[in-house]
Every structure is written in structure tokens, then in C-alpha cells.
């Protein structure tokens, strides 16, 4: 609960331990409602890299601009009323990069609703 419920950490470091890929996964779990961690050392841990790819792709989406971690919840729903998915975070802190491209594109492969997507402003 930790990662959940605290708002200021960016950065963990558990590498050494014996954290297992359930334990992974938990931490996966818990950063779906965390905005601010970017980084996780996991080195030397039970863990094969296999069981990090979720949790790598959850970090990566924590590097965008935060409007897109809403927007891929929706998605991921099919949400009904998600169609159109206009990307234009131009004045935000965080600009979105390939990264973000290949998140929303993982998204779309099982959404159904979605019919159009643009991405604008980004470097």
C-alpha cells in the first residue's frame, strides 16, 4: 500500500531481496494508482525479467503526461463513450514520445470503440 497511497516517492530501490513475481505483481497492481514513481531497482531479486514487463510498462506510463493514464484506463474498459482520442498535453510538464505511442497502440489492440486517435505538440 505504500506505493499506492504515497504521492511523493519517484524512486525504489528493493534490489537484493527476495521478492518473487507475485511480489511483482503486486507492485504492478499498486502502480496503477500511482502517478509519481518513474524508477524501480529490482536487481538480484527472484524475479525473471519475464515477470518485469508489466511492471516496466506501468512505469513507462507513469513518464507521460497524466491525462494518457486516464485515457488507457478508459481504453482498456471499452469504454462506450471513448471514440475520439485527442492527445494535446502541449503545456504540460511531460510531452508525449514514442513511449506513449506504443502504450496507446497496445491499448487499442482489444478496444473495439475507439476510432480515432491524435497525437499533438509533443517534441
Known sequence: DMIRVN?????????GNAISPAGAKLIQEALEDNNTVRFIALYKNLCPDSALVDLEWH??????PLTLKALVKRMR????????IALDD??????YDDIAARIVS???????????????HSH
Open 7 to 15: 504521492k511523493s516517492l519517484d524512486r525504489i530501490v528493493l534490489s
Open 59 to 64: 512505469l513507462a506510463l507513469n513518464r507521460q
Open 77 to 84: 474498459k471499452n469504454d462506450l463513450s471513448l471514440v475520439h
Open 90 to 95: 502541449h503545456l504540460a510538464e511531460r510531452y
Open 106 to 120: 497496445d491499448c487499442l489492440v482489444k478496444n473495439t470503440v475507439v476510432k480515432s486517435v491524435a497525437i499533438t
